[in-house]
């Protein structure tokens, strides 16, 4: 291995779990928007053309939504797309 490559690797690992902490710090709003809203997790997920588990999953920050579904989510939901996410200090 070259010494750039073995660089290039460590820049990356470096990289990849800055993005994983910081995706770990953004804590769904979702569901308590839907609710506010008083609809149905199960008609949003038809509006938005998932299925019912994926709003789940969206909810209990097991995955996150494409930024095109998270555009088309806060246009249902009559919201920004800010109000579907909220930044979650450590500290």
Known sequence: MFRGEAEGR???KIFVEYIMWVIKMIKS??????DSKGLKHRWVAEQVGV????ISR???NRGKPSVDKLFKLANILNCK???LYVWEDDE
């Open 10 to 12: 460590r820049k990356i």
């Open 29 to 34: 709003r979702i569901g308590e928007v839907i």
């Open 51 to 54: 299925a019912p588990t994926v």
């Open 58 to 60: 969206w909810i209990h």
């Open 81 to 83: 797309v800010d109000d």
